[in-house]
Every structure is written in C-alpha cells, then in structure tokens.
C-alpha cells in the first residue's frame, strides 16, 4: 500500500510515559444506534431509555489514570526502524481518514497516542509486555506496539507484507473509534450484566475492530497495490481464533473465542475494505 510519509505535526508518537490524571475524550455520537441495539437486544430494554441513561453515564464518567508523554523527537521515534516509519505513516493515513468523519458528524475527536516499546513497558492499562502482542488501551488512548511482533507475524504466522502491518495498527485504531463513540464501556457494562454473554461480545468489538481496519483502507483505495488485499487476508484468517487453537494443538472451542475465527475476521475485514462505510460495521445487528 503506498502511503505518503507521515507529517510529524498530524500524530502522536512515545517511547514511554509516565502516568498523570486525564480524562476521556469524545461524547456518544454516530456509535449510539449500535450501542443500543446492544441494550435492546441483550437486556430487553427500551431503546429510548437506554439512550437517556447512556448519556446520564457518560456526563457522571470520572477521569481515569492515563499516561503522562515525555517530550520527543517525533521524526526519529518514527524512523527507528523500518516497521516503526511504516507504522507512523499508517497512523498518518488513518488521522487525515477518520478526524473529517468525526468533525462531519460533529463529534469530538481526539487522535491516539502511538506508543512504541522494546520488551516491556507500563501503560494505562497495567503492564505492557511484547508477548502481548499490539493492544489498546482506552485508559490512555495509547495504541502499544513492540515492534517486534511484525517478524514473528510473519515468520510464525505466515502474513508478510506492508498491509498485513498496517492491518494491525488500522485494527488496533479501530479500538480507539469504539472508544471515542463509547462503545467499549457500553460492551463492558453490558459483559458485566451478562457474563454469559461476555466472550460473544468481546467478539463482535474485535471484529467491528476489524471493519473499522477496512473501513480505512476502502476510503484509500487509490493506495492499494495488487496483493495488498490478499497479503490483508491472510493477516486477519492467520490470527483468527480458531487457526491458533489448531496451530496451538488445542481443540477449537467457539465458546472461548475472543477475537472471532478466521472466516469472521476475514469477512469483516473485506465487509469495510469493500463498502468503505462505518455504518457497515454493525457486528451487534444480529445478536438474539
């Protein structure tokens, strides 16, 4: 995928922080018909109720213990490897993709923070260790990458090629929209009400994850190359969690999925590549 390279004064870069009080950015906006539609069709509720209470919520939310950034040179963060420029100029593409829909439907946004580490590190979220993998984390807004996954993605896992890494970084910013929109506290509140229900929907937060990754590279379709989409492919079937329970000599176990199988990564993944429309990234829209 040819991107442009990235414009140090459009993103947020560290190497490691130190924590501060901050608050959370964002009101419920244009996520608000999915969230509840999680309410409605998990408890049973009144989705016009459910909406009032929403945003009661959200007006009562306290700030939360962030991270605090050291001052840095953020060109040489970017270029300390090849992965971490690659990186930068995909968090670039997807500030100058997602900020205008925000601002379209007049929604506070507030860019990531991209936080690379070598090992391990401290984020909002607790400790950040390489074994983790990328992760997000809403605490802090910081997307935590070891830029060293991308060998073993590769090696171990079979997905090699640029969109394959900025596959990762587009799913991970994916989590930062859900955050923005307050989807992710509505899943949570809705995972603590119905346990039982709880790895089914941390699925579809992964896989609207996911869409949202495609979104991005839809709204970019004159920067694909060929192969982009089936090096993006391969990506999301080699992580699905079905491929490492069997990869892991383990038995697939639906029910302790977290992230979904490698057919519903996949298929969410091209469902945005293909319409290039958030609103297409409705995973909630069938749940019983």
């Not at 939310?61 to 060109?75: M, Y």
């Not at 990186?87 to 379209?104: E, G, V």
């Not at 860019?111 to 400790?127: E, H, I, K, V």
Request: aromatic residues 8%.
């Amino acid at each position: 995928m040819r991107l442009d390279e990235f414009d140090p004064d459009n993103i947020r870069v560290s190497q490691g922080g130190r924590s501060f009080p901050g608050g959370r950015g964002g009101k419920m906006g244009c996520g608000s018909l999915v969230i509840v539609l999680i309410g409605a069709l998990v408890f049973g509720v009144d989705p016009a109720q459910m909406l009032g209470t929403l945003e009661n919520v959200q007006q009562q939310q306290q700030p939360a213990s962030v991270q605090q950034d050291v001052p840095q040179d953020t060109t040489a963060t970017c270029k300390q490897n090849a992965y971490s420029l690659e990186s930068c100029n995909a968090l670039d593409s997807l500030n100058r993709t997602w900020q205008p829909l925000f601002q379209k439907a007049n929604i506070a946004f507030e860019q990531p923070m991209l936080r690379f580490y070598n090992g391990t590190d401290r984020s909002g979220c607790g400790a950040a260790q390489s074994a983790m993998g990328p992760f997000y984390c809403p605490a802090d807004q910081g997307i935590y990458i070891d830029t060293s996954f991308y060998d073993e993605l590769e090696r171990q896992l079979g997905a090699k090629g640029d969109f394959a890494r900025y596959y990762v970084v587009a799913h991970e910013y994916g989590h930062h929209i859900q955050h923005l929109l307050g989807i992710d506290s509505q899943v949570r509140q809705a995972q603590r009400q119905n346990p039982q229900r709880a790895n089914s929907l941390q699925v579809r937060m992964e896989l609207q994850a996911d869409c949202y990754a495609g979104v991005w590279a839809g709204r970019n379709k004159d920067r694909i190359e060929p192969g982009d989409m089936e090096e993006g492919m391969t990506a999301a079937s080699a992580i699905g969690d079905d491929t490492l329970m069997k990869n892991a000599g383990q038995r697939v176990s639906p029910e302790s999925f977290t992230h979904g199988s490698s057919a519903q990564r996949m298929d969410w993944l091209k469902r945005g590549l293909e319409t290039g429309n958030e609103d297409a990234c409705d995973t909630f829209n069938d749940m019983k």
